[in-house]
């Protein structure tokens, strides 16, 4: 019984690490490149655009490969995955900040109601597999 409980709480945050990862990262990213009109009023740099994009494919691997590791119930991945939640979300809030001019909007309350979650899992997830 203890191992279905574990298995469920650790595989339960990485398939929503995995669908955040794709949902928002490269959803968020293909969804801004697709928009003429806000591509066209963003008034920043290029090389911020630049970095911004490198920092997004990097997050979004970085949370693939964690997920998958989480998913194996590794005991040494569950803090790196909390972490990468929560840089996850300070970037998105960070990113909104910087092209809309506002810090909080739909998307950014969606990523951090889920990034709450996320962590919910995977801390309910870290204390049954230090009980077993």
Known sequence: MKTKRKCMFLCIASG???????????????????????????????????????????????????????????????????????LFAIYNLANGYIFLGKLMDDGNLINIAASVIIISFLMLGNNTLKKT
């Not at 970085?62 to 590791?69: G, R």
């Not at 989480?70 to 939640?85: D, G, H, P, R």
């Open 16 to 86: 929503l690490m995995f669908a955040l990862g794709i949902v928002r990262g490269i959803g968020g990213f293909i969804d801004l490149m697709d928009d003429k009109y806000f591509i066209a009023a963003i008034n920043t740099n290029e090389l911020i655009i630049v970095a911004t994009v490198l920092v997004s494919i990097f997050l979004t691997a970085a949370i693939f490969i964690t997920s998958i590791k989480v998913f194996e119930q590794n005991k040494k991945y569950t803090i790196s995955a909390i972490a990468l939640v929560v």
